[in-house]
């Protein structure tokens, strides 16, 4: 199964912009790659997902390298808020039953 | 609309003592699952289920069982709590196996002493 990884922390301050990098070398063409974020004592959170194509929600935007071996999560201005852990996983057309969620990216917002 | 709920949301167990973690989700969603949450150690799949009365493995199986009797719940059992089975423990469910988003629950802390 393709893996990811991440930083295990980075720092941001408030109000700027954040680029959290995933790779994810091994990458199968039916792999898409989700984000999702863990806030203190909370269960984790969608935050957005694609395939190939960059994509934009109201939280953040997802840019996906031409060869897919790597991704970005962009929050556009960071904010307390946004302090949390963040996950890059893959999954395939047939769904989580073989995800790996790692360690995650721990962002650091600083006021 | 509540989303996913476990409960409880702590609890602390004798070696040996038998539980259940309730999960259940009022979103008619057809795949749920568990995770154990480790320090330094991600979230690993312990169980899941793609629909009622049909379950399968996750990474870590051993020491729990699960069943799906409905599409609203999926306890999950330890049947002989021990020490390593310490940690949290999130439910989540997603409309299909296929669907991108899935919905956790906020846990359920779990120490075994």
């Known amino acids: 199964d393709a893996k990811t990884t991440q930083p295990n922390s980075m720092e941001s301050n408030e109000e700027e912009p954040v680029h959290l990098p995933c790779n994810h070398s091994?990458?199968?063409?039916?792999?898409?790659i989700h984000w999702y974020r863990q806030l203190p004592s909370q269960g984790p959170e969608y935050v957005i997902h694609?395939?190939?194509s960059n994509v934009n929600n109201r939280m953040a935007s997802l840019a996906i390298a031409e060869d897919r071996k790597s991704s970005t999560l962009i929050l556009h201005r960071a904010t307390l808020r946004d302090a949390a852990v963040y996950y890059c996983?893959?999954?395939?057309?047939?769904?989580?039953?073989?995800?790996?969620f790692g360690i995650g990216t721990k962002l650091q917002v600083i006021p | 609309n509540a989303g996913v709920t476990q409960t409880p949301k702590f609890q602390v167990l004798k070696t040996g003592q038998s539980m259940t973690l309730q999960c259940a989700q009022d979103m008619n969603h057809e795949y749920m699952s568990w995770y154990r949450q480790d320090p330094g150690m991600g979230l690993r799949l312990i169980h899941y289920s793609v629909g009622a009365g049909i379950t399968d493995q996750g990474e870590v199986p051993n020491g729990y069982n699960v069943s799906r009797s409905t599409t609203e719940d999926f306890p999950l059992r330890l049947l002989s709590a021990a020490p390593s089975q310490t940690s949290v423990y999130f439910c989540?469910?997603?409309?299909?196996?296929?669907?991108?988003?899935?919905?956790f629950g906020a846990g359920t802390r779990l120490s075994v002493l």
């Open positions: 694609g395939l190939t």
């Open positions: 091994t990458i199968s063409g039916t792999d898409y």
């Open positions: 996983i893959l999954s395939n057309s047939g769904g989580y039953q073989k995800v790996t």
């Open positions: 989540a469910s997603s409309y299909t196996p296929g669907e991108r988003i899935q919905y």
